[in-house]
């Protein structure tokens, strides 16, 4: 009989105990709190970062996904279709109205090693689609108006 195992959740799903700062920091990660409640913990390599929170049960979450550290803010990386961008600022429900700079292919090799280097110090996997290049937090790819997003339905 086969042995069923436990599917890997991903970097974001994944709760990490207090031990972990220190194997970043042993990886060559830079780790600084930069905040307090909640106690925010940013982990830093080659201008690229990640913002880890303190949960109630001490463990650690990701509370923003790896990104471009542009004038002290983490950028949040946004495929609008035709380019890519840096969003800064908090998120909102339009990324054309939100703050962008243009991704630099530079960035984006740094970023998708960055992204790599983290998931291999924290024993992530790494799957098909992350492995390929960088993954976007926001796409426009769908634009066609009118589509329920949930059931991808469209309305008449």
Known sequence: MARQTETPKPLLETAFEDGTLDLLRAAGFEVAVIGSNPERIRVLKDACAALFERQSDETLRLAQAPGYLIRGEIGRLWDAGYQKFWLLGPPTDEPFNEPHRPALAAQLK??????????????????????????????????????????????S
């Open 110 to 155: 740094a970023l998708h090693r960055f992204d790599a280097e983290l998931k291999a110090a924290l024993g992530i996997p790494s799957f098909y689609n992350e492995s390929i290049g960088s993954t976007n937090e926001i796409s426009a790819y769908d634009r066609v108006h009118g589509r329920d997003s949930s059931s991808g339905q469209r309305f």
